[in-house]
């Protein structure tokens, strides 16, 4: 499984991004995606996860409200739409997926992809 992330960048606070993860290699009927990221000099940490189907999300309090997480089960591609950005939104964000039939969101997933910069100026 391969995983790739685009759509980070530079934004002034208040601003909004759109994260992609395409993922690509064996299909598998059963599997979560998400999104981590990890500030400087912070651990990582989980920003949103969905189901297969979409059905199910979960995220971080820190995001909730203002960030999105949905699924184009066709293109095998994952989204974040993030919005009303916070310069404490800076940070490296990961797309990951996990072989895992469940509604548990959160927890270690099997693959990760190579990240992507997202920058909030205030």
Known sequence: VQLQASGGGLV???GFLRLS???SGRTFSTHVMGWFRQ???KEREFVAGITRNG???DYADSVKGRFTISRDIGKNTAYL???SLKPEDTAVYYCVLDLRNSWYLRGDYDYWGQGTQVTVSS
């Open 12 to 14: 002034q606070a208040g």
């Open 21 to 23: 993860c395409a993922a």
């Open 39 to 41: 500030a400087p000099g």
């Open 55 to 57: 059905g199910i999300t």
């Open 81 to 83: 739409q993030m919005n």
